[in-house]
C-alpha cells in the first residue's frame, strides 16, 4: 500500500521549509511506503525559489477568487496527481508527535475517515475532540520539546465519534469516485458564494453529504497526535 501525504503552500517559505521537514521525517519514520508532495498553490516568487522535486505548481483557473476557494480547488488537484493508494491531507501550519501517521493508518478501512487528534494553540476555538493548550503560535516561538512532552501524556490507544477534518486519511479511489471537495464553503446561493449566508464549510459538506463517503464513520485517532499552531500562511 502506498501512502502520500499532500501539504500545500502559497507564500511562506519558513511555513515551507518547516512542512518539508515535518513530511520528510514522517516517511522516514514509517512502517509504510510513504511519500509527500508539497501543492504550490500560485505561490508567490520567494516560494518558487525554493520548490524542489517534492513540490507541484497549481496554476489556479480563477486566480481572483475567493482564496478558500482556491485551497478546496488546490487540495483536489493533489488527491487526483499524486499515484498512491491512500491520500493523507495535512495543514503546513501543523508539527506532528512521534508514529502520528502510522497510527492514524490502523484505523483506515472501508468504513471509515480517520483523522488526528489536534492540540491547538488557542488562537481560535478547539475543534471537537481537540486540547486547547499554547505551545506557540507561529513557527518562531515553537516549543517542540513543550508540545511532545504533553503529546505523550495525553496519548492513548482507541477512537473517538467524529472530530476535525485535517489531517485526514482517504482511499484514493474513494476520494476521486467522490468528486473531491467543494470549490469552497458552502452557502445559501451555493458552493463558493460568501456574499449570502454561510451553511457550513466545504469539508464539513464532503465528509457528511458525499454520496460515496455518507456511510464511512468519521473518527479521531487518539494515539495520532499533532500540534495545529493555528496561524496558517494567510496571517504569516
Known amino acids: 500500500m502506498k501512502i502520500s501525504l499532500i501539504g500545500m503552500i502559497y507564500k511562506s517559505v519558513e511555513y515551507f521549509t518547516s512542512m518539508s521537514q515535518e513530511l520528510k521525517r514522517t516517511c522516514t519514520d514509517s512502517k ?17 525559489k525554493v520548490l524542489d ?17 482556491r485551497v478546496y480547488r488546490a487540495w483536489n488537484y493533489g488527491g487526483r496527481f499524486v499515484s498512491a493508494d491512500v491520500i493523507v491531507f495535512v495543514n503546513s501550519d501543523m508539527i506532528f508527535y512521534d508514529n502520528w501517521l ?19 494553540s ?10 486547547d493548550k499554547n505551545f506557540g503560535t507561529s513557527i518562531d516561538s515553537l516549543d517542540l520539546d513543550g508540545f511532545k512532552n504533553f503529546a505523550k501524556s495525553i496519548s492513548h490507544p482507541g477512537i473517538s465519534t467524529g472530530g476535525l477534518f485535517m489531517p485526514c486519511a482517504f482511499y484514493k479511489k474513494d476520494f476521486v469516485l467522490s468528486g473531491g471537495y467543494p470549490e469552497g464553503n458552502v452557502y445559501e446561493k ?9 451553511l457550513e464549510s466545504g469539508d464539513h459538506y464532503f465528509f457528511y453529504k458525499n454520496s460515496v463517503m455518507k456511510n464511512k464513520d468519521h473518527i479521531t485517532v487518539n494515539n495520532s497526535i499533532c500540534y495545529h499552531i493555528q496561524e496558517g500562511e494567510k496571517d504569516a
Open 122 to 131: 488557542g488562537k481560535l476555538i478547539p475543534g471537537k475532540h481537540a486540547v
Open 32 to 48: 509504510y511506503d510513504v511519500d509527500y508532495l508539497i501543492i504550490a498553490n500560485d505561490p508567490v516568487v520567494e516560494v518558487t
Open 102 to 120: 502510522d497510527n492514524l493508518l490502523e484505523h483506515l478501512d472501508d468504513n471509515t475517515i480517520p483523522c488526528c487528534k489536534l492540540v491547538e
Open 190 to 198: 451555493g458552493v463558493g458564494i460568501n456574499t449570502s449566508k454561510f
Open 53 to 69: 522535486d517534492k513540490c507541484v505548481v497549481y496554476n489556479d483557473p480563477k486566480p481572483n477568487d475567493y482564496y478558500l476557494n
